[in-house]
């Protein structure tokens, strides 16, 4: 499976912007589509996005819709989630997952996570 590690995470004042990554290794970056999820305190995972293996097609969910952009970079076997105009429930832990072409978008790969908090 490919490895996925997660960076740019940290604290933002409500209205700012992050830029988050997903370091892909060991398989072929292209080969998968890519997924963001996220976790707050006390609730259940949330889908955020994703983005299909050529970066073509990408789907939000309906609250980061026209703040939220997922790219992808497969020549450097990384994926990006843009941040803007952040507010203070998009706090949570980010990860980003990876599907294999042909899948029906199953996940089966994990990075670890980044903290993003906005603060009000």
């Known amino acids: 499976q490919v490895q996925l590690v997660e960076s740019g995470g940290g604290l933002v004042q409500a209205g700012g912007s992050l830029r988050l990554s997903c370091a892909a290794s060991?398989?072929?970056?292209?080969?998968?589509?890519m997924g963001w999820f996220r976790q707050a305190p006390g609730k259940e995972r949330e889908f955020v996005g994703s983005?299909?293996?050529?970066?073509?097609?990408?789907y939000y969910t309906d609250s980061v819709k026209g703040r939220f952009t997922i790219s992808r970079d497969n020549a450097k076997g990384t994926g990006y989630l843009q941040m803007n105009s952040l507010k203070p429930e998009d706090t949570a832990v980010y990860r980003c997952?990876?599907?294999?072409?042909?899948?029906?978008?199953?996940?089966?790969?994990w990075g670890q996570g980044t903290q993003v908090t906005v603060s009000s």
């Open positions: 983005i299909n293996w050529s970066g073509g097609s990408t």
């Open positions: 997952a990876a599907a294999r072409i042909g899948s029906n978008w199953s996940w089966s790969s």
């Open positions: 060991g398989r072929t970056f292209s080969n998968y589509g």
